[in-house]
């Protein structure tokens, strides 16, 4: 977190936004989906790296055992199998033999699982730009590599506001919103890192 205090008086998805917003913007200007210089090489690696980080944050995620009564359907929001799905008609023949990230956030509570979350949900949300954005320059279709950023497809917005009514129900004091905003910057951050680290090598 930078060390502001908020008060409770602010919703929760405003905090959140205040707080990565930093991480947000220098993530976005690492991958550049949207630039004009996107080559189907450069999206390709770009989907490798997000398949290193997403496998086993998700797995963390779901590993945690008290996600009853949180109304969120993990197995429905997995992004791990469209990137699977992705890279082999991009031609990778094993994704799960491909590196993975081992500096995620510590998924120890709910709240930091929330936090986590709000990262890759928001991500599913943003991807509707990438996805029409892919399928003009790239001619990349939904079957030829476009599942992960198409994301849920019509159901995105409904989706996005279950995850954010489950995330204000649970989100309903000082501790539990500090539990979230620091697991949110944290994935923020690492990914940054793994996707940075990964361009170099």
Request: with cysteine; hydrophobic share 40%; glycine share 10%.
């Amino acid at each position: 977190m930078n060390g502001e205090s908020f008060p409770m008086s602010i919703p929760v998805l405003a905090r959140l936004r205040a707080e990565t917003r930093s991480e947000h913007d220098a993530m976005e200007a690492v991958l550049d989906l949207t630039g004009t210089g996107l080559t189907r090489d450069g999206f390709r690696r770009i989907l490798e790296q997000f398949y290193g980080y997403y496998r086993p944050l998700e797995e963390a995620v779901r590993a945690l055992e008290r996600w009853d009564g949180h109304g969120l359907d993990l197995d429905e929001r997995r992004k791990t199998p469209l990137l699977e799905l992705d890279l082999r008609a991009l031609g990778v023949d094993a994704p799960d033999r491909l590196p993975l990230c081992r500096d995620i956030p510590l998924v120890d509570t709910p709240g930091a699982a929330f936090g986590c979350l709000y990262v890759m949900e928001g991500a599913t949300l943003g991807g509707q730009v990438i996805s029409r954005h892919i399928r003009q320059t790239l001619s990349v279709t939904l079957e030829g590599g476009g599942r992960f950023f198409h994301g849920y497809g019509d159901r995105t917005g409904a989706m996005w506001q279950g995850f954010r009514s489950a995330l204000a129900a649970f989100a309903t004091t000082q501790e539990t919103q500090d539990l979230v905003a620091t697991a949110a910057v944290q994935t923020f951050s690492t990914l940054r890192v793994w996707c940075e680290r990964r361009t170099t090598e």
